[in-house]
């Protein structure tokens, strides 16, 4: 059996990483049985030192895009089968720029902003023992802030990082509109990242500038929820 290794449920996620979480909704949709193992002690064992990978049977693969790759490959071949080559490459597009971009909208909403850290700080650290729970969070912020400079999302003024995020959050919602899926009535691996970075910032136990704009978008509350309830069973 497969085994997801993650964070763990925090900040009201089922894992509180859009990239394990992206995983883990793949997973459900193609009805693939598995194990989560959500722990933060992970990250030491990951064979990237970063979280998701997954264990099958004697292979280890790490990294959300190759983690789906293989299951693609190995699991379920024609998963994407009824998109065509079109919708195919636009899905390719839209899951990089969540990924590459939208993905530090994100991070700097939670690490950065000195309202919603000490949120992030507990859910992600409050298991650690003394004296680690002290130290650890503050390393780890100083890295992932010295880490948004080097990217660039730090650098912009609180409307410009605003603008990016909207920009992506309108466009989801055109391209969604009422469907139930990013391309119609049937799921595909573009909504397993799509749902994953949306929930980030709307099902989230989260209140912040970016979780403002995400929940303008009616028909983007709408999707989360469906797929929410379809898959994990529920709604936060």
Not at 34 to 53: T, V
Not at 94 to 122: G, M, N
Not at 159 to 173: F, I, M
Not at 202 to 211: E, F, G, Q, R, S
Request: glycine share 4%.
């Amino acid at each position: 059996m497969i085994t997801l290794y993650g964070f763990g449920p925090a900040l009201g996620l089922y894992d509180p990483s859009p990239f394990v979480l992206k995983v883990a909704t793949w997973l459900r949709m193609a009805d693939i049985e598995y194990r989560y193992n959500g722990n933060i002690h992970n990250l030491g064992k990951a064979p990237k030192k970063k979280l998701p990978y997954i264990q099958d049977g004697q292979s280890l693969i790490a990294d959300s895009t190759f983690i789906l790759r293989y299951l693609k490959e190995h699991r379920a071949p024609r998963f994407d089968d009824h998109l065509s080559a079109e919708q195919q490459a636009t899905a390719c597009l839209i899951s990089k720029a969540l990924e590459e971009q939208f993905y530090w909208c994100i991070v700097y909403s939670r690490w950065v902003v000195d309202d919603t850290w000490p949120q992030v700080k507990h859910a992600l650290f409050a298991p650690l023992p003394l004296p680690l729970k002290l130290l650890v969070p503050y390393l780890a912020r100083k890295s992932v802030i010295k880490q948004t400079y080097s990217q660039g999302i730090s650098r912009h003024s609180d409307d410009e990082r605003q603008t990016l995020a909207n920009d992506t959050l309108g466009a989801l919602s055109v391209l969604i509109g009422d469907k139930p899926f990013c391309f119609g009535e049937r799921p595909c691996s573009l909504d397993a990242t799509v749902y994953a970075f949306l929930a980030a910032v709307i099902l989230v136990d989260l209140t912040n500038a970016l979780t403002d704009v995400a929940r303008s978008y009616p028909n983007l509350i709408d999707y989360c929820q469906n797929i929410q309830t379809r898959y994990f069973g529920r709604t936060p």
